[in-house]
């Protein structure tokens, strides 16, 4: 029986994460507050099956999350907007803060929704946030970054 001599690597067998990409919904928060919840979302009339949902009110008016981007990524892509079963008439700002800079910034009312895209290269740290403006302390406004993804 003969030796057999090691076979030498290829570059496909190695799997670049980035290349990939990873669903928010797939990591842990470093800190968050206010309800964070990591499945389904509707908004707009979609349906988001990887979504990360923010809630708020006016007694509670801003939500975040926040992640360890672990400098291995390039772009952070959502689709964002309060999701389907928010009260009528409530409108939510959404923010994306990188290493401490605001990346991303708009308010949306309900029934409409934004396509968001951020450059995340070499960031340590990512945070999501919702802020709530309006006065009524009794309903929850949730806000949906709709299949959260990192690529």
Do not use: C
Request: charged share 20%; no cysteine; glycine share 12%.
């Amino acid at each position: 029986m003969t030796e057999s001599e090691p076979s030498a690597s290829t570059e496909s067998e190695f799997t670049d994460p980035a290349a990939q990409g990873q669903y928010l919904t797939d990591l842990d928060t470093l800190t968050s507050s206010g309800g964070v919840d990591a499945g389904a979302a509707d908004i707009n009339g979609r349906g988001f099956a990887r979504s990360v949902t923010l809630s708020a009110n006016a007694a509670g008016p801003v939500s975040f999350a926040e992640y360890n981007l672990g400098r291995q990524w390039r772009t952070f892509s959502a689709t964002v907007g309060l999701r389907d079963d928010s009260p009528t008439g409530g409108s939510l700002t959404f923010e994306v803060v990188v290493d401490g800079s605001k990346k991303y910034g708009k308010g949306i009312p309900l029934g409409e929704s934004q396509e968001v895209k951020v450059d995340v290269t070499h960031a340590l740290r990512m945070k999501l946030i919702i802020t709530y403006a309006g006065q009524e302390a009794g309903s929850y406004y949730y806000g949906s970054w709709g299949d959260a993804k990192l690529k």
